[in-house]
């Protein structure tokens, strides 16, 4: 297989994941947005978070809230917990790396805020350790996730809301939670601002 093919295959592979999710994650999208406006409208905040990519993902939204996404509008609360390294750092160094999201919402999270978690796989120590650290601070969950879900999803309480990416592919799992990040910015955006 040449270079291009592998490019094309590349897009084609990308395309297909985001169709197989419009599919069946459209009122999952619009259910988390929901969440997110009441959230905002009741004075709280966004706390997002992710390791690797997934880190990537959730500073992001973080940033998108925090400045503005398509539209000029007032600044929206929202900490993305994987941008510290002296907190990370020394979390991981003094207790485990495992702590490192979970210590930072018990100082940072108040009930009724929203946990948004970014995981490919559902699998991650310190994701799963965020939950239970968001769960016993009365928070909600919102879980961007993919292939089975992992250890998470089970442990998730019939108020969290799990947008599980239908692929196997890490990928193809990011390229679709940016599309979904940028959904939730503009969902919450138009709630909020649209006149």
């Known amino acids: 297989m040449n270079l291009q093919q592998r490019?094309?295959?590349n897009f084609t592979e990308s395309?297909?994941?985001?169709?197989?999710s419009v599919n069946t994650l459209t009122g999952l999208i619009e259910f988390a947005s929901q969440k997110i406006v009441a959230a905002l409208i009741n004075d709280k905040k966004i706390l997002t978070c992710g390791n690797g990519g997934s880190a990537?993902?959730?500073?992001?939204?973080?940033?998108?809230?925090?400045n503005r996404f398509e539209r000029e509008r007032p600044a929206l609360?929202?900490?993305a917990l994987s941008t510290d390294t002296s907190t990370i750092t020394s979390i991981a160094?003094?207790?485990?790396?495992?702590d490192i999201f979970a210590k930072?919402?018990?100082?940072l999270g108040q009930s009724g805020d929203i946990l948004l978690a970014y995981t490919t796989s559902g699998n991650s120590g310190n994701i799963i350790k965020a939950v239970s650290a968001a769960h016993d601070k009365e928070m909600i969950c919102i879980i961007l996730s993919g292939k089975e879900?992992?250890?998470?999803?089970?442990?998730?309480?019939?108020?969290?809301?799990?947008?599980r990416v239908p692929s196997?592919?890490?990928?193809?799992?990011?390229?679709?939670?940016?599309?979904?990040?940028?959904?939730?910015?503009?969902l919450i955006d138009h709630q909020l601002f649209v006149n």
């Not at 160094?93 to 495992?98: A, L, P, Q, T, V």
């Not at 939670?177 to 939730?184: A, E, G, N, V």
């Open 149 to 163: 879900g992992g250890t998470l999803a089970p442990l998730l309480h019939e108020n969290d809301i799990e947008i």
């Open 168 to 186: 196997q592919s890490t990928a193809r799992i990011q390229e679709v939670h940016l599309l979904i990040s940028h959904c939730l910015c503009d």
């Open 7 to 9: 490019i094309i295959n």
């Open 15 to 20: 395309i297909q994941a985001k169709q197989a």
């Open 56 to 66: 990537g993902d959730a500073q992001h939204f973080s940033s998108e809230m925090l």
């Open 93 to 98: 160094n003094d207790y485990h790396f495992d």
């Open 77 to 79: 609360p929202a900490i």
């Open 104 to 107: 930072q919402l018990r100082a």
